[in-house]
Structures are given as structure tokens and as C-alpha cells.
């Protein structure tokens, strides 16, 4: 290959924020004594990484949580985590509360004590469960973003026609391609964006029509994809060359600078996408993914089928594709019946 181009389309974003780090200290807190439970933090963090494999946004999210705590916990003066029971935990809790995180993130944290403080007894000679028996308040419940199949249609179709045209040069014409594969997977398989961000060449089956995609604790799943995806990551595949620096490995996506594409730039990727269907709001790559469960049901395939496609430990979670399915179908029937 090459020398490398200027590779300057995408820039990662000066600042990028944490969903998980409501609970860290500011930088500038050089001076202030660490909380109880910081000592332990390295272990827990390493338990939850290489024993439980957890992902790398919960391993962080759930050690930020702990670390919430133990500041909580110095600025109460409880100075060793025996000395916590379900009420104090409760007292934390509502502080959080008071500081407006959402529900979602209450829960998480809840989740995360809950892990921490069974590994601490397990592990570390904690004498009794703090956290056994403690509830938040239940996540609420809302439908995801789902895209009409007329309108996800008509955009990739115009991606297509993109990547398939003229271009100014090759560079443009390499990027045009592999947008076009990446929202055509996307929508194909319904992976997470982290899924496809980290597929190798070995993962794809390109005869078959299927990706091998490692989700969610390390769990791999077969997965299959339509003529479509198969078209636009054939072209991507033809055309990867001209952005690949030799850094870039086997990863199938590649960013403009020549290695593995960073998941950020993938959903900045996804957002431009979607902003040019006017008839939604959607704009992360997890609207794809809610749409190809929602039209997989639509189309006739059973709850099972789309649990396996997505990865989700239990059908449970599958199930609410059902209810959006239910609520398009009382739309139609509104809209359509004499004596809705």
C-alpha cells in the first residue's frame, strides 16, 4: 500500500462524555482524602473484566458506581463498608435522587452494589450482604425508535445509489461504500453498533450470508444477512483498500485514517443517515436495531427467531417488540375500521 492519504474526514470529538461517570470526584480534588471502598476498586474492576466478563461500559460504569458510594460514605463519616446496611445504602440512593440522575442510572447503581458487595463477601471477608434485599424504582417503560420499512427502505436505497455512482476520487468513493455497508448490516443482522465495529474478516461468511457477531459477554451468535447487505459489503470489500493502513488489521470497517473505525465515528455515521428521513426523530444506531426486531415481527417471524438474531439472554427482553408491534397494528386499526 501506499503512503497513507491526509485522512481528515473524521475527527474524534474533543470531549467525550461518560455515561457512567456521574460518581467521579472533580480532577481538580487532589486534596481530598479517598473514600473507603477505593482500595478495593482495582480487584472489583479486574473480577468484573476477567471473571464476569462484563463489557467495557459496565466494568466502568458499575466501578464509577462503587466509587459514588465510597465518596458518599467519607463525607458521612462511615469509614469501612461493614459498617453499611440496607437503610445507609438507602440514604445514598436518595442523594443520587436529589442530584437528578435519571432512573435508569439509579437502578445501575443499584446493580452495581449489588455485584460488588456479593464479590466483597465472596472475596474480600465481608461478614454480610449490604445491599441483599435493596430495590430502586422500576426502570420506566417506553417504546424504542422504530422507523417505518418504507422510509429505512427508501435511505438505503439512496446510500446505494450514492456509493454506486460517480465520486471526485477514490478516497470519497471507498467512504460512500462503506457507510453504505454499514447501514445496510446494521438494519440486516440488527447488531449493536459495537458488534459490527468489531468484526473481522473471519466473522463473515460471505457465501452464506451470515456474520459470526460476539455480543454481550462474550457470547458469539450466527446471524444472517439479505442480498442487499450482501451487494454493499461486497462493494465495501472491493474498495476497503484505499482507506486500510496496516493497522487496520482484519477489521471489516475502517475509518478515514485507516484503522479499525471507532464506534463514535460509526454512530456519527448512522445519525447523518438517519436525518434525512423527515417522518423521524431516531438517530442512533439502536433504532436499526429496533427496527429490524419490529419488522421481523411485522413480517411473521416468532419471538424466538428475534431473540436469537439480537443476542438477548431472555425473551423476556425481546418481548417488548411485541408491544410496539401491538401499538402499530391498534394505529392501522384506528385508522382503518369503520367502528374503531
Do not use: C
Not at 463498608?81 to 440522575?101: K, V
Not at 466473522?203 to 439479505?226: E, F, I
Not at 476497503?240 to 470497517?253: K, S
Request: aromatic content about 4%; proline content about 4%.
Amino acid at each position: 500500500m501506499g503512503a497513507v492519504k491526509d485522512r481528515t474526514v473524521e475527527r474524534e470529538p474533543e470531549h467525550a462524555a461518560s455515561s457512567g461517570a456521574q460518581g467521579t470526584p472533580a480532577a481538580g480534588a487532589k486534596d481530598t482524602p479517598p473514600g473507603p471502598l477505593e482500595a478495593y476498586l482495582p480487584q472489583f474492576r479486574a473480577y468484573l473484566s476477567l471473571e464476569r466478563s462484563r463489557s467495557d461500559h459496565t466494568v466502568r460504569s458499575y466501578v464509577n458506581d462503587v466509587s459514588d458510594l465510597s465518596h458518599w460514605m467519607r463525607d458521612h463519616g462511615i469509614d469501612a463498608m461493614d459498617l453499611l446496611d440496607r437503610d445507609t445504602l438507602r440514604g445514598w440512593l436518595a442523594q443520587r435522587h436529589h442530584r437528578g440522575l435519571a432512573r435508569s442510572s439509579l437502578s445501575r447503581g443499584i446493580a452495581a452494589v449489588h455485584t460488588f458487595f456479593r464479590w466483597a463477601v465472596d472475596t474480600q471477608g465481608l461478614r454480610h450482604d449490604p445491599a441483599a434485599g435493596l430495590r430502586g424504582p422500576r426502570p420506566a417503560k417506553h417504546l424504542p425508535d422504530v422507523v417505518g420499512a418504507t422510509a429505512l427502505n427508501d435511505m438505503l436505497d439512496d446510500l446505494g445509489d450514492v456509493a454506486l455512482g460517480g465520486h471526485d476520487d477514490a478516497h470519497a468513493a471507498a467512504l460512500a461504500a462503506r457507510d453504505w455497508a454499514l447501514l445496510e448490516l446494521l438494519y440486516a443482522t440488527g447488531a449493536r453498533i459495537s458488534e459490527l465495529v468489531s468484526l473481522d474478516g473471519s466473522h463473515v461468511d460471505a457465501v452464506n450470508h451470515v456474520l459470526t457477531v460476539t455480543g454481550k459477554g462474550n457470547k458469539q451468535r450466527r446471524v444472517p444477512y439479505g442480498e442487499s447487505a450482501g451487494e454493499a459489503l461486497a462493494l465495501w470489500g472491493h474498495r476497503r483498500a484505499e482507506l486500510a493502513a496496516p493497522e487496520a488489521g482484519d477489521a471489516v470497517f475502517v475509518g478515514a485514517r485507516g484503522a479499525r473505525i471507532d464506534a463514535r465515528v460509526a454512530r456519527r455515521v448512522v445519525a447523518r443517515a438517519l436525518e434525512t428521513i423527515p417522518e423521524t426523530t431516531a438517530r442512533g444506531p439502536h433504532s436499526l436495531r429496533h427496527s429490524a426486531a419490529t419488522h421481523l415481527l411485522d413480517g411473521g417471524a416468532d419471538l424466538r427467531t428475534v431473540q436469537e438474531v439480537l443476542g438477548h439472554a431472555s425473551v423476556a427482553t425481546t418481548q417488548i417488540y411485541t408491544h410496539v408491534s401491538v401499538e402499530r397494528l391498534k394505529r392501522a386499526y384506528s385508522q382503518a375500521h369503520p367502528r374503531a
